[in-house]
């Protein structure tokens, strides 16, 4: 169902490269995209980068690997603000001259000293319009320019919170450039939405402020007015503010942690949205069909780390070990990487247990290395060393002989106890207390190797 069927669907996602893409700009650039594609409209990529003393190309190669690697790839070029400067300077130039915009002179210090006294007398601090009616300003001085904003009730309708009010005799006249060429972020904004035939601004609820103000500034250049819908913020499980430790967590960072795309996009679009059926787990595909902003809800979003790598485990668990071992190049050693249909093998056998790619390099090494362990993990309970010795000679015999058929093996198990068997088995194979099973590692190593193993560990335990 095409939710705005009066004009074409056409989103943004506007990200400063003053650092990199976090997941709470990610989350957004999400939701505009899914709306995008369900509305057949297109998802538009513009950079913010008029503050040339904070904008670093390395936060912009950033945010476009970042916005690709999750999948959500940008409908037409990329416009960046800095190549859009003669485009400002005529409608900062068009406020001035009809006299919906005034240069502005006052110091950092006289604005403060305003400030203050304001708030001295209990009054929201907002300027008191000192330089609205300059007669032949100098403009040698240091100045800005500030927009006439009326005051008056400005009411919007917000598609996610409904009719929203605004007084803005409370917000005073704003300044909207430094200079005729570097206008701030409400007037850059709304000249690029106008430009770029913006029909929907989807963002996070700290922008509601500025909404007003970009709708008087709309109607001051004759702009149409775009709908709005304001995302809500990310929480922590406590519904407290979400901490700088997680959203200034880039997404470059969950990728080098071993995260995958998929499972980051499933994670950030249950972040405030709610689908009509009852399940966690989603593809892009699917998210697309099923998303819309009317199942966005008010409220926070909870954050929830464990949830995020319970869905990492669930994609890895169902991905083919073909394509695990396709991602893990710069999370194993090279060397392991050359040996891909053994690893390939090792994938097939260990994958329910790894939660991220990362987790791969410490619970696989025991494939391409000897395991060190000591000779007392051998032991299951209470089983005397005695018992495990016999036990692990026998199984020892039903290796050499059996060739592949682990019948033995388990009636071996069956008569002698299960644990006293397989336990020692296990970590005489892998050294390790938790691991695959033993004959899953076995059909792994092979039977040379796994006789190797249980070899030392017969040693092991005659030496102990």
Known sequence: MIENPKKEVRVRIAPSPTGPLHLGTARTALFNWLFAKNQGGKFILRIEDTDLERSDPKYEKDILEGLQWLGLNWDEEIYRQSERLDIYEKYIKKLLEEDRAYYCFCTKEELEVEKQAMLSQ??????????????????????????????????????????????????????????????????????????????????????????????????ALEFPEPLYAHLPLILSPDRSKLSKRYLETSVSDYREEGYLAEALINFLALLGWHPEEDREMFNLEELIKEFSLKRVQKGGAIFNLEKLDWLNGQYMMRSEPEELIDRLTGFVPQEWLEKREFLIKIAGIEKERVKKLTDFPKLISFFFELPDYPANLLIWDKTPKENILENLQLVFSAVREAGGDNSKIMALAETRGRGEVLWPLRVALSGQVASPGPLEIMEVLGQKESLKRIEIAISKLEFR
């Open 122 to 219: 209990g009054l929201a601090p907002k300027y008191s319009g000192k330089c609205r009616h300059p007669k032949n300003p100098d403009l040698s001085r240091p100045s800005v320019v500030r927009f006439k904003m009326p005051e008056t009730e400005v009411v919007f309708n917000d598609l996610i919170r409904g009719k929203v009010k605004f007084n803005t005799g409370l917000i005073g006249d704003i300044v909207i450039a430094k200079d005729l060429r570097t206008p701030l972020y409400n007037l850059a904004a709304v000249i690029d939405d106008f430009e770029m035939r913006i029909s929907h601004v989807i963002r996070g609820e700290d922008h509601i402020p500025n909404t007003p103000k970009q709708i008087f500034l709309q109607k």
